[in-house]
């Protein structure tokens, strides 16, 4: 009897020192975000729960993503696929308004590794 109420304060205990430092931000980062850096205008982001949406200016096309923050990187795996595959991209909130994220274009790899800054549109 000692030991299993032993084992439920432990397990109680080890829930209660859990944070949710891991959690994917949607709410914080809900909204609509224009890219301001390195080229004003050209990428629209849209966050609602779980999912992001990319729009190119000029481009009626768009991209769905489901997304995962961890730690300082974003996962994105898109919704329209047969066989989605995940991508991993550096990712920053500077603010309540602008966050950091690892180029989203097609690079050359032995290019230095660039980054997109957003911010919250009004």
């Not at 205008?41 to 779980?50: A, V």
């Not at 500077?94 to 966050?99: L, P, R, V």
Request: proline share 5%; charged share 25%.
């Amino acid at each position: 009897m000692k030991r299993t109420k032993f084992f439920t304060l432990f397990l109680f205990m080890s829930l209660l020192s859990c944070n949710n430092d891991d959690s994917n931000n949607s709410d914080e980062l809900s909204g609509v975000y224009i890219e301001t850096s390195p080229v004003q205008g050209r990428t629209q982001l849209i966050f609602e729960d779980n999912t992001v949406t990319k729009y190119e200016n000029g481009s009626n096309i768009s991209d769905e993503y489901n997304f995962i923050i961890d730690d300082n990187a974003i996962w994105l795996t898109p919704t329209q696929s047969d066989e989605p595959i995940s991508a991993q991209f550096d990712f920053e909130i500077i603010n309540s308004s602008t966050f950091e994220i690892e180029n989203l274009y097609p690079s050359i790899p032995e290019d230095p590794i660039t980054y997109m800054t957003f911010e919250r549109s009004e």
